[in-house]
């Protein structure tokens, strides 16, 4: 069984430019969760995927965008980046269809920085 | 609305000691509790989980919690520490908010344990 993967793992970036994050849900999975993690927070969660649709989103601006495709892999967006965005972004999936209490598996995430 | 507050962002133990981490939650239904640890530069993992089927809850690593419903209170407890278990705990909630899961995150506590 093949877990949560994410890449890149670091990423640099500019004020003003845009960045995609990939991540590749755990087989079996229909759900895809994106959280942002700022230095010394908690995970907040940015928005949810469920079979192609988002279908949740925290609170975070529409410059935050994503896709999931058929085979349940997933992306993230981020245009006109701005300084706050530096966090460590984490990808999370799970099968909702058993449960609100199964557990989200998460990938190592990607570290943004923007200069 | 759902939350969890974890008390303590910093936690010192001696290596041999007890291991008390405490998380309180707010959920206008029967909650699901998690927790997770973090360690540096890694993403999230699972370490137990809460689903109603029973009130004390064991995991990996040696650890523990118990769901005390009156306190609204889901303690991460390990009898005695061990080095390895220096890392970033966080304590999570889950329920339904409109039509998805959405999982609310505390804001972590940071483990030292001291030889």
């Known amino acids: 069984e093949t877990g949560v993967t994410q890449s890149p793992t670091h990423l640099i970036k500019t004020r003003g430019q845009q960045v995609t994050l990939r991540c590749s849900s755990q087989s079996g999975h229909n759900t895809v969760s994106w959280y942002q993690q700022a230095l010394g927070q908690g995970p907040q969660f940015i928005f949810q995927y469920y079979r192609e649709e988002e279908n949740g989103r925290g609170n975070f601006p529409p410059r935050f965008s994503g896709l999931q495709f058929p085979n349940y892999s997933s992306e993230l967006n981020v245009n006109a980046l701005e300084l706050d965005d530096s966090a460590l972004y984490l990808c999370a999936s799970s099968d909702v269809s058993g449960g609100l209490w199964n557990e989200q598996f998460f990938g190592p995430g990607t570290r943004l920085t923007v200069l | ?38 360690y540096p530069n890694q993403g999230l993992q699972l370490l137990l989980k809460y689903t109603s089927a029973a009130t004390l809850v064991k ?30 705990y966080f304590c999570a909630v889950s329920g339904r908010s409109g039509g998805y899961q959405k999982v609310t995150f505390g804001i972590g506590t940071k483990l030292q344990v001291i030889p």
């Open chain 2, 1 to 38: 609305a759902q939350s969890v507050t974890q008390l303590g962002s910093h936690v010192s133990v001696s290596e041999g000691a007890l291991v008390l981490l405490r998380c309180n939650y707010s959920s206008s239904v029967p909650p699901y509790l998690f927790w997770y640890v973090q």
């Open chain 2, 59 to 88: 995991g990996i690593n040696g650890f523990e919690a118990e769901f005390k419903k009156s306190e609204t209170s889901f303690h991460l407890t390990k009898p005695s520490a061990h080095m390895s278990d220096a890392a970033e």
